[in-house]
């Protein structure tokens, strides 16, 4: 067992967004992963639009897990909460890669 593997204690579900399209979003089939879900104290997600503008965001949480990258959009569930994925990072420490995922 890896070291970041015994940090990730909690569980979440993913529902991974494909696209937006006939007036609706649709998603992947959803997922469970292992996780650890921290609070995101003043984290500020800074993107630009597609349109060139600049937006903020600030999450409210934090999640480290293992596995594919979670695409932006996508519906996680932890807590009994369901929150939308803003930002996804591919970390690597620990001796393996994980991602950092900041939901609002």
Do not use: Q, W
């Not at 879900?37 to 993107?47: L, T």
């Not at 409210?60 to 939308?84: D, Y």
Request: aromatic share 8%; with cysteine.
């Amino acid at each position: 067992m890896s070291l970041m593997t015994r940090f990730l204690t909690e569980e979440m579900s993913v529902k991974p967004y494909v696209r937006f399209g006939a007036g609706k979003t649709i998603y992947g089939e959803p997922e469970v992963r292992r996780c650890r879900v921290e609070p995101a104290d003043n984290v500020k997600i800074v993107y630009k639009n597609p349109s060139g503008t600049i937006t903020e965001t600030v999450a409210s949480a934090l999640i480290f897990c293992e596995g594919s990258p979670i695409p932006i959009n996508s519906i996680v569930n932890f807590h009994g909460r369901e929150t939308r994925v803003i930002d996804c990072k591919e970390m690597y420490g620990f001796g393996l890669h994980h991602l950092e995922v900041s939901v609002e």
